[in-house]
């Protein structure tokens, strides 16, 4: 007997009743001698390796499905099955098979089964037709319906049904029928034709889809639909689809076949969405096959419009030509919208072609004309699709924007274009806002920047979005957040955001007890919440380039006005700020913090906030709690010897006990250091002290320049109505070393002009300009210098007026002995309401 090879793919059924796939080879059939007898042979094609040896057994039942599979089990929970390429390769083999048994070829099956290897045998997905269906008769309808029903328990059965119902094209006598008892109004034969649709849909069969889909019977398959017994009057779905849902072509549609396919998307997915129940647990599985039909038709409507060039073209041409109506313009960005959503179900790699085509076509610019447009639709639909490209490549958006600024004024940029919209969204809740947020901070992300050889993603984007786009996020902030400054800050807001467009914008007093602007607008509160968000996202993985911006504008400052707002969720944003920048233990910001006696806004919120036992309280405690677990010993000195004794009648948690101990602890160590020291040496360990302070200062803040690598970042334009901190600190330091260079010897008046010392009037005008007057300032009930009614920053600088020695900033702490502890307790106290 000669060898027959076929090509075939061989199947085992796992224990999950699966196929599983077991490679592909040649099939072959001949005598193996340790087997005694006829085999079936298969041989990898790849490598020539035995895929399958199975002796021909006289007793056991091999099927024969569908021309080309052969199914059969060799023991009890084993099951085998070849699929073949060729009809003529079954065949031979079904032939061979047959003689070894001694049956007729002709025969589908060889033995006659017991129901168990029925079962595994049936369970192959294509299996012969052995159900009989009733005539296609209007007496036969309800026979029919409960023969549709009963089957779709058995997924056995099912597959019979279905064999059935493709191979008779029963489904186009049904809807002939469905016609027939519509014009006779016979509500019972509708009703079961309801049941009839409905069941053979959850037969799940691709096959019966195309049928039933085409444009020959869609209409009366939604028909058939539209008469659920469960009703009282059926649904109107096809005059919906026919009358109300119109097709739009932005650009004439030339190719019929895209046409019918796009028509054919739409009415299965109404189908889907809008008529079918939604499966149970039980049927959930049942119209998986639609979901798979909707996909795939999908894929091929995106694939077919990406390769006709022309037509995109003639879109995009229309989108960002300035002839172009609104309504129009509206329907060309929907298009857009719908093919960027239908676009999600490509493969990655076809998607990544998608989105290079549409970026080469030029999606960016246009993007950015419609996104500044009046209409809301507009600029949602837009909004849609920017979200679509930047989750795409957030490396593709920002290369557009540093190329477009080169060319471009700071207030057309498409990312200050994208922050105009979220500062200017209208929705009560923000729904935009909140989106657009999500899109600035993946684009601002360091984590998905590229760094090469020659350049860095991460400095140059940087760079470019804290020099032309960071006034602009923080516009509202700065406008909402200062009294002396809010009228300009107004103006300035108002310059980048003309009225044309609600803006978002309110200044009005938020409490009696503070001079501080505060927003009390429950959108306002929203809107800079989220710029807070932004802020402390950029504080946690910005380090260079945040604090720069924070050093000039004194951000800080202004943000902790926020505490005053009556939306406690803003208060806790500004404190969330707050925490990210002590939470860095970077001494450069703690020394900022504590030469604008910046803990006093938190203080107070924290004392007006009483005995409530709210998430405020936790919050601000937890902020303490940090600070004394990590010791961080220049804020611990500092809340201690200014705002213990308000704070100190705070018993419920040890926090700030636990600083004071602190505090002592530190104070201890360095009087022992002093102490070791020879009295002969210790005048020049003050000066030795002072100007190493100097130099780490100094060597510090250049090392930090180039800390990760960072290119460094030119400081930030100062708006004319904002005063530099960075500047007043290094007038005062100039201001510290003449003072030293002139009295080296006399350490009190070198302390009271040099900077260890630092009154709380003097920092809050170097760090807010002309607020000092205004500000709420401990140091106006503890220095003399602040009620001598001169110039808080002539009091700060001048070296004729010592000031308190127990009232020390602790930056670097200088050891006291007990006249000085005496002296301390003589010297004046905070009150427990600070700034009242």
């Known amino acids: 007997m000669s060898d027959t090879r076929r090509r075939v793919k061989v199947y085992t059924l796992n224990e999950d009743r699966q196929w599983d796939d077991r490679g592909t080879g040649h099939v072959s059939s001949s005598y193996v001698e340790r087997l005694k007898g006829m085999s079936l042979l298969v041989r990898a094609e790849s490598d020539g390796s035995l895929l399958l040896e199975s002796k021909i057994n006289p007793n056991t039942a091999y099927q024969k499905q569908q021309d080309t599979l052969i199914v059969w089990s060799e023991a009890e929970n084993y099951d085998l099955a070849l699929s073949f390429q060729e009809k003529a390769g079954c065949d031979e083999i079904w032939e061979k098979i047959c003689q070894v048994q001694g049956k007729d070829p002709s025969v589908e099956v060889t033995q006659d089964l017991i129901e168990s290897e029925e079962e ?46 493709e191979n008779e094209g029963y489904i186009k006598k049904l809807l002939q029928l469905f016609q027939v008892c519509e014009n006779l109004d016979n509500t019972e034969g509708l009703h079961h034709l309801y049941e009839i649709i409905r069941g053979i849909l959850f037969l799940n069969k691709a096959t019966l889809f195309e049928v039933m889909f085409s444009d020959e019977c869609i209409m009366d398959v939604v028909g058939c639909l539209e008469y659920d017994p469960s009703l009282a009057q059926p649904k109107r779905h096809r005059e919906f689809l026919t009358k109300t849902a119109k097709f739009k072509e932005v650009i004439p549609i030339t190719d019929s076949e895209l046409r019918q396919k796009i028509h054919q998307t739409y009415r299965v997915q109404y189908i889907q969405d809008i008529i079918l129940p939604t499966p149970s647990v039980f049927e959930e599985n049942f119209l998986s096959t639609l979901t798979s039909f909707i996909f795939f038709n999908k894929v091929e409507i995106v694939s077919m419009l990406q390769e006709d060039e022309k037509f995109l073209s003639e879109v995009f041409a229309q989108l960002t030509d300035e002839a172009t109506d609104d309504d129009k313009r509206c329907e060309l960005v929907n298009f857009f919208k719908e093919f960027c959503a239908f676009s999600q179900t490509l493969q990655p790699q076809n998607r990544d072609a998608f989105f290079k085509t549409l970026a080469k076509l030029g999606i960016l610019p246009a993007l950015e004309i419609v996104m500044g447009m009046d209409d809301l639709q507009v600029r949602s639909a837009a909004t849609d699709i920017f979200s679509y490209l930047v989750e795409f490549s957030p490396s593709m958006v920002r290369e ?11 207030d057309i940029l498409l990312i200050n ?75 300035y807001f108002q310059l980048l955001f003309p009225p044309s467009r609600p803006v978002v914008l309110d200044a009005v007093v938020g409490s009696t007890k503070s001079n501080a602007i505060c927003p009390d607008n429950y959108q306002t509160a929203q809107l800079l919440a989220l710029i807070l968000e932004l802020l402390t996202f950029c504080v946690e993985h910005h380090t260079y380039h945040i604090k720069n911006y924070i050093m000039n504008k004194d951000l800080l400052r202004r943000v902790l006005v926020l505490m005053n707002s009556k939306h406690t969720f803003l208060a806790l944003c500004a404190l969330r700020f707050m925490r990210r920048i002590i939470g860095l233990k970077d001494e450069f910001y703690n020394r900022y913090i504590t030469k604008g006696n910046l803990f006093e806004p938190v203080i107070n919120a924290l004392l007006d906030n009483g005995t409530r036992y709210n998430l405020l309280n936790s919050a601000v405690i937890e902020l303490f709690e940090f600070i004394r677990v990590e010791d961080i010993k220049s804020l611990i ?54 100007r190493a302070l100097e130099e780490d200062e100094e060597m510090w803040f250049n090392e930090d320049e180039e800390e990760e690598g960072e290119a460094v970042v030119p400081p930030v334009e100062k708006s004319k109505q904002e ?68 110039s808080s920053k002539n009091t700060a600088l001048s070296p004729a007026v010592p000031a308190p020695k127990g009232s020390l900033v602790g930056l670097v702490d200088y050891p006291d002995d007990e006249d000085d502890d005496e002296e301390e307790e003589t010297s004046p106290r905070k009150r427990p309401r600070l700034g009242s």
């Open 637 to 690: 000195a500092h809340i201690v010897e200014n705002f213990y004794n308000a704070l100190e009648s705070i018993e419920y948690v040890q926090t700030f006990k636990g600083l004071k101990t602190k505090y002592e602890q530190e104070k201890d160590r360095q009087s022992q250091k002093l102490n070791s020291v020879p009295s002969i040496l210790r005048s020049n360990r003050f000066r030795r002290d002072a």
């Open 400 to 410: 557009f924007v540093m190329q477009e600024a080169q060319q471009s004024d700071d």
């Open 120 to 165: 595994h045998i049936e369970e192959m997905p294509e299996t012969s037709p052995l159900i009989d269906l009733p005539t296609c008769e209007l007496n036969k309808l309800e026979e029919i319906a409960d023969l549709v029903t009963s089957v779709l328990s058995s997924p056995i059965r099912r597959e019979k049904l279905a064999l059935a119902l």
């Open 723 to 790: 005063d530099d901190f960075p500047d007043s600190y290094e007038k005062f330091m100039e201001t510290k070393k003449a003072k030293e260079s002139e009295d080296k010897e006399n350490l009190p008046k070198r302390t009271s002009a040099g900077g260890f010392k630092f009154t709380f009037s003097h920092s809050a005008s170097a760090a807010n300009g002309a607020n000092g007057a205004n500000s709420k300032s401990v140091a106006a009930q503890t220095s003399p210098a602040s009620s001598n009614g001169s």
């Open 417 to 491: 274009v994208v922050i105009e919209q979220m500062i200017c969204d209208t929705d009560p809740e923000l729904g935009g806002a909140v989106q657009l947020m999500g899109l600035l901070r993946t684009l601002i992300d360091p984590e998905n920047m590229l760094a090469t050889a020659n350049k860095t993603e991460k400095s140059e984007f940087l760079n470019f979005f804290y020099n032309h786009c960071m006034h602009v996020l923080t516009a509202p902030l700065l406008a909402n957040t200062s009294e002396d400054k809010c009228e300009k800050g107004t103006e």
